[in-house]
Nanobody, 124 residues
Framework: QVRLVESGGGVVQAGGSLRLSCAASGRAFSIYAMGWFRRAPGKEREFVATISWSGSATNYADSVKGRFTISRNNPRNTVYLQMNNLKPEDTAVYYC?????????????????WGQGTQVTVSS
């Protein structure tokens, strides 16, 4: 079983920045893609960003393009989400996800390993 632990959430004012981290441990996959998804109060979970095993392919939701950057450090089994120019509508619980294989789809149904989530609150 893979264990994913997110960190870096918190409260920030609009226009501020946060950096989320997600460390994977446990069962080892030789190649895996990772992603970030979020769930705002009263809404469904939605795609934020995903990254392929090599890091050469990334995907972003239109709402975060130009503001968020996903990256990964494979020797550390860690994925990051740098969030800049945060907006109140970014307020949500952010979840890290992992799937075996190199491709990084944007559908959460393709990911079968999930973290517990970290709260991000952006005040106006």
């Amino acid at each position: 079983q893979v264990r994913l632990v997110e960190s870096g959430g918190g409260v920030v004012q609009a226009g501020g920045s946060l950096r989320l981290s997600c460390a994977a441990s446990g069962r080892a996959f030789s190649i895996y893609a990772m992603g970030w998804f979020r769930r705002a109060p009263g809404k469904e979970r939605e795609f934020v960003a995903t990254i392929s095993w090599s890091g050469s392919a990334t995907n972003y939701a239109d709402s975060v393009k130009g503001r968020f950057t996903i990256s990964r450090n494979n020797p550390r089994n860690t994925v990051y989400l740098q969030m800049n120019n945060l907006k109140p509508e970014d307020t949500a619980v952010y979840y890290c996800a992992l799937k075996p294989g190199s491709d990084a789809p944007t559908s959460d149904t393709r990911y079968n390993n999930w973290g517990q989530g970290t709260q991000v609150t952006v005040s106006s």
